[in-house]
């Protein structure tokens, strides 16, 4: 049985599509921009930073996983590759954004 690989990495940065700066998560990994949602294609396995795209990754859905709570599903601008990520709305340091979600649920699914 494979494991699933993951490499603990929370970093704050600066969002390369709103310019916020992003402190990092006070419970988990940050790895997309609490304003708008987008991501950086950086990772094959969470964060292994291995990925030589280096695209942005638009938020285009936001699902609910039955273990992990609501999500976002980001499709790489660049070369097409898709992932999700948990949202956290009640970070205290800097919470995801609801309105933002709900604009994503509004819009439906991109294909």
Not at 23 to 41: E, Q
Not at 49 to 74: D, T
Not at 102 to 110: A, D, F, I, T, V
């Amino acid at each position: 049985m494979q494991h699933a690989r993951f490499t603990h990495r929370n970093e704050g940065f600066i969002c390369a599509h709103c310019g916020v700066d992003v402190p990092p998560s006070t419970s988990t990994c940050r790895n997309h921009c609490p304003n708008c949602l987008y991501s950086v294609h950086l990772d094959n396995f969470p964060g292994d930073r291995a990925a030589n795209c280096r695209g942005l990754m638009e938020p285009i859905e936001i699902i609910q996983h039955s273990k992990k709570g609501w999500q976002v599903v980001h499709r790489c601008q660049r070369c097409g590759h898709e992932s999700r990520n948990t949202l956290h709305f009640d970070d205290p340091l800097a919470a995801d954004s609801f309105n933002r979600a709900l604009e994503l649920m509004r819009k439906g699914p991109s294909i």
